[in-house]
């Protein structure tokens, strides 16, 4: 729930800020505003340690001054993914290592795949895209999502030069 209220915060002061959110035509956040927002994070959060040392990792990071939203996601959701690891003494856990297979155990992750063929729009381009005798088929639309430590991450269109078309829902909730 706090990285859920980091990136909730993260959004909000991107939609107050100045309107600007690209740098050499990269859409992205200022690291400041992302290290600002950590420390905040770690002053009201029941384990600190764990945003701090977050904090410590942004500061250390290369490309100091600019964060790609690219960038930005894939650490928002490593950061989910190590919140599950540390408990509340504020330590990370111990990893539970290899299985006795010898293969890595590792996060659950669901593929889901909606039949969004009602929409107008979607037939047409299906039609296209698979025609029923066309002996070259490039498949149909459909809509995924996919589902890891029961959040779905999903693609989806978004007119917005400042948002990414990522959103996050309940498992299956799509579209």
């Known amino acids: 729930a706090e990285v859920e209220t980091l990136r909730d915060q993260l959004l909000r002061r991107l939609e107050e800020g100045p309107g600007d959110f690209s740098a050499g035509g990269v859409l992205g956040v200022p690291a400041a505003t992302v290290v600002d927002?950590?420390?905040?994070?770690?002053s009201m959060s029941g384990v600190p340690r764990f945003w701090q040392t977050a904090a410590v990792a942004l500061e250390r990071r290369p490309g100091q001054g600019w964060m790609p939203l690219e960038e930005l996601s894939g650490t928002l959701l490593a950061w989910v993914n190590e919140a599950t690891l540390w408990d509340c003494s504020g330590r990370p856990a111990p990893c539970a290592g290899p299985s006795s297979s010898g293969v890595e155990d590792g996060l659950p992750v669901l593929l889901h795949i909606y039949d969004v063929s009602r929409n107008g729009h979607i037939q047409t381009l299906n039609?296209?895209?698979?025609?029923?005798?066309s002996p070259l088929k490039f498949g149909g639309i459909f809509h995924t999502g996919v589902e890891v430590q029961g959040l779905e991450w999903s693609f989806n269109y978004t007119p917005s030069r400042t948002r990414a078309g990522i959103s996050c829902t309940a498992p299956t909730r799509h579209p």
């Open 127 to 133: 039609k296209v895209l698979a025609f029923e005798h």
């Open 37 to 42: 927002e950590v420390h905040r994070a770690a």
